[in-house]
């Protein structure tokens, strides 16, 4: 069998990838008992490649679905944590532009009462 390419994959509809997933679990399970029937060796180099098959798929229906409910919690104000960005866990934690630029009411006061001085500087 010919490796599935992504590409084409990624043009098909949910019902056809997992039609073509089905169709590449039983290719595995048919060279499987192949295998254990004591097959040729040309034959048990395609597990390998229908394994690969069976993966790339899988990929193309996982990324497909994550995709999709990108789309449908991106105005939401929760987004489930498998979808947040990861970052690190310092950085999640860090403040926000917003929020490192508010001042308190106290330094609001110092900064009315008392501005920068500014000098002359002779040349």
């Given at each position: 069998?010919?490796?599935?390419?992504?590409?084409?994959?990624?043009?098909?509809?949910?019902?056809?990838?997992?039609?073509?997933?089905?169709?590449?679990?039983?290719?595995?399970?048919?060279?499987?008992?192949?295998?254990?029937?004591?097959?040729?060796?040309?034959?048990l180099h395609q597990i390998g490649a229908v394994r690969k098959?069976?993966?790339?798929?899988?990929?193309?229906?996982?990324?497909?679905?994550?995709?999709?409910?990108?789309?449908?919690?991106?105005?939401?104000?929760?987004?489930?944590?498998?979808?947040?960005?990861?970052?690190?866990?310092?950085?999640?934690?860090?403040?926000?532009?917003?929020?490192?630029?508010?001042?308190?009411?106290?330094?609001?006061?110092?900064?009315?009462?008392?501005?920068?001085?500014?000098?002359?500087?002779?040349?």
């Amino acid at each position: 069998m010919a490796p599935v390419k992504a590409y084409e994959l990624r043009n098909k509809n949910k019902t056809e990838l997992l039609k073509v997933l089905e169709e590449q679990k039983q290719e595995l399970a048919s060279l499987r008992v192949q295998k254990v029937a004591g097959g040729s060796a040309s034959k048990l180099h395609q597990i390998g490649a229908v394994r690969k098959n069976i993966a790339r798929t899988l990929t193309v229906i996982n990324q497909t679905q994550r995709e999709q409910l990108r789309l449908f919690y991106k105005k939401k104000k929760y987004i489930p944590l498998d979808l947040r960005v990861k970052k690190t866990r310092a950085m999640r934690r860090a403040l926000t532009p917003h929020e490192r630029k508010l001042k308190t009411v106290k330094e609001q006061k110092k900064l009315a009462h008392f501005p920068l001085r500014k000098y002359a500087v002779k040349a």
